[in-house]
């Protein structure tokens, strides 16, 4: 019970700006999980959710940039295993990687949600990766790079 709770928190927090406890456990309660706020304040510790701007002068829950960083670090370690190369051609990123290592490295591009990638395509060794524009190519080399570098 309390792990399908904890999922349907991070799916509430993840739709809905939500403010405070007494909230979430109005949405709790909606979705069928009959909690108390002292349940709901040990979910958010276990969580380790934090509040952070809503972009509209107040606050919201969100899961702590700790598990972001730790989640974006695994990412970032599957792209510098794999990755050989890139080059651009117009607005598409050709990225080389190690034999077998495209899709895990596709799917780690994919998973870091760059506002400038469209989409990944794939093969064993080799990731072309589509943007709008040949300016937002060249910005995504530029952020790859800098994960490399890192």
Do not use: W
């Not at 509209?56 to 989640?71: F, W």
């Not at 190690?98 to 469209?118: K, R, T, W």
């Amino acid at each position: 019970m309390k792990r399908s709770r904890h999922q349907k928190i991070v799916e509430i927090i993840a739709k809905q700006d939500v403010e405070t406890q007494e909230e979430l456990a109005d949405c709790l309660r909606e979705a069928g999980f009959y909690v108390t706020q002292a349940t709901v304040s040990r979910d958010i510790r276990d969580l380790r959710l934090s509040k952070i701007p809503d972009g509209h002068g107040g606050q919201k829950y969100a899961i702590a940039d700790r598990n972001v960083a730790m989640v974006e670090r695994r990412y970032i370690h599957v792209l510098r295993e794999g990755f050989v190369s890139m080059d651009k051609a117009q607005n598409l990123v050709v990225v080389r990687t190690v034999s077998g290592m495209a899709m895990a490295v596709a799917a780690a591009l994919d998973a870091m949600e760059f506002d400038e990638i469209l989409g990944c395509i794939a093969g064993d060794d080799t990731i072309m990766v589509a943007s709008r524009t040949e300016e937002d190519a060249g910005t995504l080399i530029y952020k790859i790079q800098a994960m490399l570098d890192r």
